[in-house]
């Protein structure tokens, strides 16, 4: 297709390009992008800071029958703060198995945050003073929330109260947790720990709009639970992070293939 000039149309004062827009109603668009409200943004954090924060009743009480003391619990929270690596540790520990072994999975489980951080650092772009601090707090629910939102700033605001409300919460439900196993008993029978992935799945259901995005998401689903009971604790994860690379070179040969038929046809 030949490619086309125009000359540049250049906004008059009166014209509809050159009226400022409008920042104070909810809805509106700036250059087309949506505008959301700070409350709206906070209410939706702080909806996933709190569902998944519950969640370290179940941590602190699984950690503490897997035979680690309160000071070592705590610290995995507040220093850790991944709740998959840490579940991950715990339920390797209390298997029996060995500890390097264990500690193993949960790295290679929380490698993804690395490559979370990849993409929310062009996002939300914070200056270099914050980042690393900013960086522990990237994590499954921070990412989400803050990729679901429709500007920079709404994405910065999502970022830091979910961070906020879920490393807070999660780190005194962890003690509670901790100091009441006993009194808890069987967390499966509370059904914490199924919260931090029922708002995860809650977030990215919506997210998956086209043909290829689900496909990705079910095979990787498939390569995650179906690899689940022949590797290590926190490799199926990243074996599921293939599915992306794979379904879309698929995508592209069959693009490409559709392209080559149209130009033999054309002949």
Not at 58 to 78: E, H, K, M, Y
Not at 155 to 166: D, E, M, N, W, Y
Request: net charge neutral.
């Amino acid at each position: 297709m030949a490619e086309q000039t125009a000359t540049p149309e250049i906004p008059t004062e009166g014209s509809p390009r050159a009226r400022p827009a409008d920042h104070g109603t909810p809805g509106s668009t700036d250059h087309g992008t949506p505008v959301k409200s700070d409350s709206a943004v906070v209410r939706d954090s702080l909806g996933v800071g709190i569902a998944v924060g519950l969640s370290g009743f179940a941590f602190g009480v699984t950690a503490a029958g897997a035979g680690l003391d309160l000071l070592q619990i705590c610290a995995l929270s507040l220093l850790v703060f991944t709740g998959a690596s840490q579940f991950a540790l715990v339920g390797a520990l209390a298997a029996g198995g060995n500890p390097f072994t264990a500690a193993a999975g949960a790295f290679f489980l929380g490698t993804r945050n690395a490559f979370y951080g990849l993409r929310l650092s062009q996002l939300l772009a914070l200056p270099r003073t914050l980042r690393p601090f900013a960086a522990h707090w990237v994590i499954d629910e921070t990412t989400a929330v803050s990729l679901a939102q429709p500007n920079r700033r709404a994405a910065r605001l999502g970022f830091t109260v979910t961070g906020l409300t879920l490393y807070v919460l999660w780190n005194l439900t962890t003690l509670l947790g901790a100091l009441g196993a006993e009194a808890l008993g069987d967390t499966n029978a509370w059904g914490l720990d199924v919260a931090g992935p029922a708002t995860f799945l809650a977030l990215l259901a919506p997210m998956l709009r086209t043909t290829t995005e689900r496909v990705v998401a079910g095979l990787a689903v498939v390569l995650g639970l179906g690899l689940l009971p022949v590797l290590p604790a926190g490799v199926p994860v990243l074996v599921a992070g293939l599915a992306a690379p794979a379904v879309l070179w698929l995508e592209g040969r069959r693009i490409s293939n559709n392209t080559d038929k149209r130009k033999g046809a054309d002949l």
